[in-house]
T-cell receptor
Framework: GQNIDQPTEMTATEGAIVQINCTYQ??????LFWYQQHAGEAPTFLSY??LDGLEEKGRFSSFLSRSKGYSYLLLKELQMKDSASYLC??????????WGAGTKLIIKP | GAVVSQHPSWVICKSGTSVKIECRSL??????MFWYRQFPKQSLMLMAT?????????EQGVEKDKFLINHASLTLSTLTVTSAHPEDSSFYIC????????????FGPGTRLTVT
């Protein structure tokens, strides 16, 4: 079966750095996405990785290792507005997105 | 660019009635649109995938006669919840994709449905 695992909840302090991990087992791989979702709102796109390595975009970076079936989202200089759920999704061989359950990130002052 | 709208943003209906939700891609043509459902504190659940001009593909466990999907044009898809029941109350989100080679899906703002 297809499976994506990520921690249910994480807590971090404003101004700090947090890493949200995602491991996956899917039938085929055509890219991994990270989305941010605030409560009661639709997801917004953060990053897309299809090759191994680190993609940096401002305070957010995303890393992928295809051989390990592993990705992480790194958030630096955390702000209170970063409190949200972070969804990891993998696109399989049929170009379907397989979604993780999401990681709720709580930022404390 | 790449804006997706949904209408209505929220709706309350009585049990047994039908509700139609519209999803529009405002500034691009979407060959494929997706319909998701999300219950509180849970992740997105894909309900169906619709390609313009063809029948929708439903995920296992989703009743196609209850959740009618029509993707009549490259900018509009509709989801009709027929004979709604309280357990259908949820957050319904659509997303659109230009074509498979373009990785990103663009999400609409969602529709909160409450069935009383």
């Amino acid at each position: 079966g297809q499976n994506i695992d990520q921690p249910t909840e994480m807590t971090a302090t404003e101004g700090a750095i947090v890493q949200i991990n995602c491991t996956y087992q899917t039938s085929g791989f055509n890219g991994l996405f990270w989305y941010q979702q605030h409560a009661g709102e639709a997801p917004t796109f953060l990053s897309y990785n299809v090759l191994d390595g680190l993609e940096e975009k401002g305070r957010f970076s995303s890393f992928l290792s295809r051989s390990k079936g592993y990705s992480y989202l790194l958030l630096k200089e955390l702000q209170m507005k970063d409190s949200a759920s972070y969804l990891c999704a993998v696109r399989d061989s049929n170009y379907q997105l397989i979604w993780g359950a999401g990681t709720k990130l709580i930022i404390k002052p | 660019g790449a804006v997706v709208s949904q209408h209505p943003s929220w709706v309350i209906c009585k049990s047994g009635t039908s509700v139609k939700i519209e999803c529009r891609s405002l500034d691009f043509q979407a060959t494929t649109m997706f319909w998701y459902r999300q219950f509180p504190k849970q992740s997105l659940m894909l309900m169906a995938t619709s390609n313009e001009g063809s029948k929708a593909t439903y995920e296992q466990g989703v009743e196609k006669d209850k959740f009618l999907i029509n993707h009549a044009s490259l900018t509009l898809s509709t989801l009709t919840v027929t004979s709604a029941h309280p357990e259908d109350s949820s957050f319904y989100i659509c997303s659109a994709r230009v074509r498979p080679e373009v990785p990103e899906q663009y999400f609409g703002p969602g529709t909160r449905l409450t069935v009383t």
